[in-house]
């Protein structure tokens, strides 16, 4: 498995990152609006032992991933995971095929991604239901080099994964837990008209 290693930034100015990332040259990927599964057994078990298993629609095309712990996380400042992932053909046929082997969607998310190379770093804008974030990865040397290239040294870090990150801004608002995070109807019309997809 490749290890994934990341930071994440809270409470960030997303058009203020993308002006510094445009004004510096970094190579743009494309903005986009993401549709995931996350599976588990029954009991649960995936989460227990820390592994994640997605399935994700981006731009029209289906994403496996599966994630778990590394123990170079440990001693380290970013958030560090084995991970594999593929594209797969069919997303619906995949689901099924996941459901088939026994497991079932235990939550959905969906967040608007902008994705940019700099620095040797991949930079991830990321727009969810409970806030915006910014996602970078990349080794213990360039993803400080590259935080500090975007001004972003002074911002609050974790490596906390969204799914943690909801829970804990629906405890803070009061709200009943969910764990989902999904937008509203109106408000998934309205991005995905922003970005020109309907």
């Not at 990865?137 to 500090?148: L, N, Q, R």
Request: hydrophobic share 40%; aromatic share 8%; with cysteine.
């Amino acid at each position: 498995m490749g290890l994934e290693c990341e930071l994440k930034y809270i409470d960030v100015d997303l058009d203020g990152v993308s002006r510094r990332l445009e004004a510096a040259g970094a190579r743009s990927l494309g903005r986009y609006f993401e549709s995931n599964l996350v599976f588990d057994r029954p009991d649960r078990s995936l989460m227990a032992a820390g592994t994640l298993l997605r399935l994700r629609s981006r731009q029209g095309e289906a994403v496996l991933t599966v994630k778990r712990p590394s123990s170079k996380d440990a001693g380290s400042a970013l958030k560090v995971r084995e991970e594999l992932e593929t594209v797969v053909g069919d997303f619906d046929v995949m689901r099924a095929s996941l459901e088939a082997l026994g497991f079932s969607v235990a939550f959905a998310y969906e967040k608007v991604r902008e994705k940019w190379k700099h620095l040797g770093c991949t930079v991830c804008l990321d727009h969810l239901p409970f806030g915006d974030y910014v996602e970078i990865e990349g080794s213990e040397e360039t993803v400080p080099v590259c935080a500090g290239a975007l001004e972003l040294e002074q911002a609050v870090t974790t490596k906390a994964s969204y799914h943690a990150l909801n829970l804990e801004y629906r405890a803070a608002c009061g709200l009943d837990p969910d764990e989902s995070f999904v937008f509203s109807d109106i408000e998934r019309a309205g991005l995905l008209d922003e970005m020109g997809k309907v």
